[in-house]
Each structure stands twice: as structure tokens, then as C-alpha cells.
């Protein structure tokens, strides 16, 4: 990692507070949960371009940031890891089945970006006792675990995959 590593990720957070929309426009805290995304990733030991994807992850959809922008600023391996991870509104049907498959093919990095959004969401919606949402989290966690290998045994998945076995029970 960089020296300047803490200093990236303080610039990510300050690229998400400058463009993130008034929270009661989007519907669950989504500044908060861009920065836990980043925050677990980091406190877990991950990479540079992991984390600062994690902080990033949803900042295109959400904030309408430029891809070139993000590019300019964090690098081309953050941004295909966030456009991996973002949802296509374009798409009919689950656009974040796609999204999931598109991290499939982007490669590890890009999953584990997504477990950690996906595993937060899961957290989240659990604390705020949100069904429709828990539901939202157990279906992709299992199209998640569906797609990936047997053997991609990470932190992250294996702590989403505990969860969400105990939030089944």
C-alpha cells in the first residue's frame, strides 16, 4: 500500500460528500453506507483499488460522478471495479443479477466489492427490521454464492455467507 494511503481514502470520501444527494432523495443512508462499504474493506486489510472501490461503489449511479472523472482522480482498475458493481437502470428484469455477473467477469476484486455491499445492505436492513429488504440481500447473496467458484474462499464471502445462514434460521 502507499504511504498516502489514508490520504486516497479521506479524497474518496470527500469526492462522495461533494456529489452525494440529500439523503431524503435516496432511499436508505447511502453516504453512511458507501463509507462502511470503504471502511470494513480497509479495517480488513484489502488492497488500494478494493477499498477505494468500496468507498466509490455506488457513486456513479448515485451521484452521477463522470466515469472519466473517477478514472482521473483513483485510477482505471477503480473504475471498472465500480462500473462493475454499479446497476444498470437500462437493463429489464434484475439489473443487479447482472451487475453480479459482470463482477464474475471483472474477477475477484469486483467481488469482493460486492460482497462487502451486499453483506452492509444485509446488515443494515436487519438492524432496521426491513423484510422486503432482508429478502432483497438473501437473493443476491445466493446468486452471489451461486455464480462464484467453490473454491473463492474469502473473508468478506465467508462472512456474508455466516450471515446470511443466520439470518435464515
Given at each position: 500500500m502507499k504511504d498516502n494511503f489514508?490520504?486516497?481514502?479521506?479524497?474518496?470520501?470527500?469526492?462522495?460528500?461533494?456529489?452525494?444527494p440529500a439523503a431524503n432523495t435516496l432511499i436508505k443512508p447511502t453516504l453512511l453506507h458507501s463509507i462502511r462499504v470503504g471502511t470494513y474493506l480497509y479495517n480488513n486489510g484489502y488492497s488500494q483499488n478494493i477499498v477505494l472501490s468500496g468507498y466509490l461503489h455506488d457513486a456513479i449511479?448515485?451521484?452521477g460522478i463522470k466515469n472519466d472523472y473517477i478514472e482521473k482522480k483513483f485510477g482505471k482498475d477503480v473504475l471498472d471495479i465500480i462500473l462493475a458493481n454499479?446497476?444498470?437502470?437500462?437493463?429489464?428484469?434484475?439489473?443487479?443479477?447482472?451487475?453480479?455477473?459482470?463482477?464474475?467477469?471483472?474477477?475477484?476484486?469486483?467481488?469482493?466489492?460486492?460482497?462487502?455491499?451486499?453483506?452492509?445492505?444485509?446488515?443494515?436492513?436487519?438492524?432496521?427490521?426491513n423484510q422486503k429488504g432482508l429478502d432483497y440481500c438473501s437473493k443476491n447473496t445466493e446468486y452471489l454464492l451461486h455464480i462464484v467458484s467453490s473454491d473463492f474462499n474469502n473473508a468478506v464471502v465467508t462472512e456474508l455467507k455466516k450471515f446470511h445462514a443466520e439470518v435464515a434460521d
Open positions: 489514508g490520504e486516497i481514502c479521506e479524497e474518496a470520501i470527500r469526492v462522495l460528500v461533494e456529489h452525494m449511479e448515485d451521484t454499479s446497476k444498470d437502470t437500462n437493463i429489464d428484469g434484475n439489473s443487479n443479477e447482472e451487475s453480479l455477473r459482470r463482477c464474475l467477469a471483472y474477477g475477484e476484486d469486483a467481488l469482493i466489492v460486492k460482497a462487502a455491499d451486499i453483506l452492509d445492505n444485509y446488515k443494515y436492513y436487519s438492524r432496521m427490521g
